[in-house]
């Protein structure tokens, strides 16, 4: 039986390189950026950015809705409704880290004009950004804003930015469960956008292989938790060099190197992975 795929998306472009990949393995791959266009009998991937929950947060729960039919209805739905849900919001991300026993920094849902953790740097965050959109830093004792955007589902978060022993924030890119590769990237003055889709040469990598036990169990725990079959975990090392974690994303960029580190495209084993998943392979 030919295995027919099916894309959710917001931006077409980011999942052409994946599409091509799977059709090279002989499958049948729709890209569909609607709900209702997903076909009955396809497996489906979830790829929508966290721009839909920020700028159409009605679509974004209509895309939500329909994972979970298609969860309903038994079919393979990989990064599903509780994946979506997750992505979409800092607050349940912080919980989330929380429920799997990790460190977190002190997170507390925004409000106007009151501080909840006036002692300390904070960061303002919304509930779904990506590149670092929309993030406010606030120093201790500086009032915050008279008015935060409504109208989003999730509210807005005050956290407290922890300063990196390392003067680095790492992201682990997951896949089925597993570390596939970590990137660090110096922390810049006044820039919250770590997108990894540009080479850098300040950006160091390693393999899954060398990242440490602790770390790797513990980001096996959130993405389980997550639902999350592909994307990254964030975090920073604090004082004591332990990981304190900030941020889930199920659609990550890939960084271009990381082919040569791993001896093969990142998509490429992304494409192998959900053929196998369509098979009915345990990985």
Same mark, same amino acid.
């Given at each position: 039986?030919?295995l027919r795929?099916?894309?959710?998306?917001?931006?077409?472009?980011?999942?052409? /390189?994946?599409a091509e990949a799977l059709?090279?393995?002989?499958?049948?791959?729709?890209v569909?950026?609607r709900?209702?266009e997903?076909?009955d009998?396809?497996?489906v991937v979830?790829?929508?950015?966290?721009?839909v929950?920020?700028?159409q947060?009605?679509?974004?729960e209509?895309?939500?809705? +329909?994972?979970?039919?298609?969860?309903?209805e #038994?079919?393979l739905?990989?990064?599903?409704?509780?994946?979506?849900?997750?992505?979409f #919001?800092?607050?349940?991300?912080a919980?989330?880290? *929380? %429920?799997?026993?990790?460190?977190? /920094?002190r997170?507390?849902?925004?409000?106007p004009?009151?501080? #909840?953790? =006036?002692?300390c740097?904070?960061?303002?965050?919304p509930? %779904?950004g990506?590149?670092? !959109?929309?993030?406010?830093?606030?120093? /201790?004792g500086?009032?915050?804003p008279?008015?935060?955007?409504s109208?989003?589902?999730?509210?807005?978060?005050?956290?407290e930015?922890?300063?990196?022993v390392?003067?680095?924030?790492?992201?682990? *890119?997951?896949l089925?469960?597993?570390?596939?590769?970590?990137?660090?990237s110096p922390?810049? /003055? @006044?820039c919250?956008?770590?997108?990894?889709?540009?080479?850098d %040469?300040?950006v160091?990598?390693?393999?899954?292989?060398?990242v =440490?036990?602790?770390?790797?169990a513990a980001?096996? &725990?959130?993405v !389980?938790?997550?639902g999350?079959?592909l994307g990254?975990?964030e975090?920073?090392?604090? +004082? @004591?060099n332990? =990981?304190?974690?900030i @941020?889930?994303n199920?659609? #990550?960029?890939?960084?271009?190197?990381?082919?040569?580190m791993?001896?093969?495209?990142?998509v490429e084993?992304?494409a192998e992975?959900?053929l &196998?998943?369509?098979?009915?392979?345990?990985?």
């Open positions: 039986m030919l795929f099916t894309i959710l998306t917001d931006i077409p472009v980011w999942v052409r /390189p994946l059709r090279r393995r002989g499958v049948d791959v729709d569909v950026q709900p209702e997903i076909p009998d396809s497996i979830n790829r929508i950015s966290t721009r929950a920020r700028k947060p009605e679509l974004a209509c895309m939500r809705q +329909a994972l979970l039919r298609c969860e309903e #038994s079919r739905v990989v990064n599903g409704a509780r994946c979506l849900e997750v992505g #919001s800092k607050l349940a991300q919980t989330l880290f *929380e %429920a799997c026993g990790v460190r977190i /920094p997170t507390t849902e925004a409000r004009r009151v501080r #909840s953790l =006036p002692e740097t904070v960061l303002l965050k509930p %779904a990506g590149f670092g !959109r929309g993030i406010l830093r606030l120093e /201790p500086e009032p915050p008279e008015s935060l955007p109208g989003l589902p999730e509210p807005w978060v005050e956290q930015v922890i300063a990196p390392d003067g680095a924030v790492h992201r682990t *890119e997951t089925g469960g597993k570390i596939l590769y970590e990137a660090s922390i810049l /003055p @006044d919250f956008d770590y997108c990894l889709a540009h080479g %040469a300040e160091a990598l390693r393999p899954g292989s060398e =440490p036990s602790p770390l790797k980001v096996a &725990d959130i !389980r938790a997550a999350m079959e990254s975990v975090f920073v090392l604090n +004082a @004591d332990h =990981p304190v974690f @941020d889930l199920p659609v #990550s960029s890939l960084h271009p190197e990381a082919a040569d791993l001896g093969t495209e990142p084993r992304i992975y959900l &196998d998943r369509g098979r009915g392979v345990q990985i």
